[in-house]
């Protein structure tokens, strides 16, 4: 017998709940702004959480999770505008083939904190010579046809970071 999961649920949590100090990271997820985890995961800044969000059939939860609202059409059917998701920051390991949030900062974005888009990661990569690699190629691609990917060289590479990996959508309460 097949004992389904159940389906996550959003359920905001004030940053006053006496819950917060006690199950923190446990049930309970923090909910950012993407410019704010981003600032938070990538730079090491101090960042308030909106509020705390129960996560339930999420699955073990850990301190580099977070839950975003993605903004956009570009990854239906799989993310739809405005629904709200977890996230892991700073993936370890391939990235290849992953759902990520990642971060542009172009020369134009330096005051602002660049723009964000969560897309499916693919790279090529090539030989250095010395024992490790390099990246030829980055493609942040939409799962809706209507939208382009975003391909990346070699040069313009650092002009993004991937600051952290889908993990699931949380259903509207």
């Not at 006496?18 to 049930?27: M, N």
């Amino acid at each position: 017998m097949v004992v389904a999961r159940p389906e996550p649920q959003l359920r905001l949590i004030s940053l006053e709940d006496v819950r917060v100090t006690s199950e923190a990271f446990k049930t309970l997820l923090p909910l950012y702004s993407l410019k704010a985890a981003a600032g938070y995961f990538g730079n090491g800044e101090a960042v308030e959480p909106e509020s705390w969000v129960e996560a339930d059939g999420i699955g073990k939860l850990d301190e580099r999770m977070f839950v975003a609202k993605v903004v956009g059409r570009s990854m239906q059917p799989r993310i739809y505008d405005g629904e709200y998701c977890v996230f892991r920051a700073n993936p370890v390991g391939s990235r290849q083939g992953k759902i990520v949030l990642a971060q542009y900062r172009g020369p134009a974005d330096a005051d602002n904190g660049g723009s964000f888009t969560v897309k499916r990661y693919s790279s090529q990569k090539v030989d250095d010579g010395n024992g490790g690699w390099s990246h030829t190629k980055i493609t942040l691609s939409p799962l809706n046809p209507e939208f382009n990917p975003i391909e990346l060289t070699a040069e313009s590479e650092d002009e993004v970071k991937v600051v952290a990996e889908f993990i699931a959508v949380l259903a509207k309460s």
